[in-house]
Nanobody, 111 residues
Framework: VQLQASGGGLVQAGGSLRLSCAAS???????MAWYRQAPGKRRELVAN???????YYADSVEGRFTISRDNSENTVYLEMNSLKPEDTAVYYC???????WGQGTQVTVSS
């Protein structure tokens, strides 16, 4: 299984971005997550979603970010609204079942 993350970019504070994480192959991988790592900081969990649709969000993004999935496309999304400069980081998707990471996509929020 390989994960391909995309959708990052440069946005002004208050703006929105949608990240995508597409899994290659036809295998179904239910438990997915988004992490992020800012310069000089440890990688942190942003949100995850189980095969049954149960979600978890870090306190810092609760109410602003939404994780979702499209099982027919084997893709997980992270909708990010009301972005803040402190959301600037490289965002990585991860699958728990196969312990696989995507390559990361840069999100930069300007003030």
């Amino acid at each position: 299984v390989q994960l391909q993350a995309s959708g990052g970019g440069l946005v002004q504070a208050g703006g929105s971005l949608r990240l995508s994480c597409a899994a290659s192959g036809s295998i179904y991988i239910p438990d997915m997550a988004w992490y992020r790592q800012a310069p000089g900081k440890r990688r942190e969990l942003v949100a995850n979603i189980s095969g049954g649709g149960r979600t978890y969000y870090a306190d810092s993004v609760e109410g602003r970010f939404t994780i979702s999935r499209d099982n027919s496309e084997n893709t997980v999304y992270l909708e990010m609204n009301s972005l803040k400069p402190e959301d600037t980081a490289v965002y990585y998707c991860r699958n728990y079942n196969c312990d696989v990471w995507g390559q990361g996509t840069q999100v930069t929020v300007s003030s």
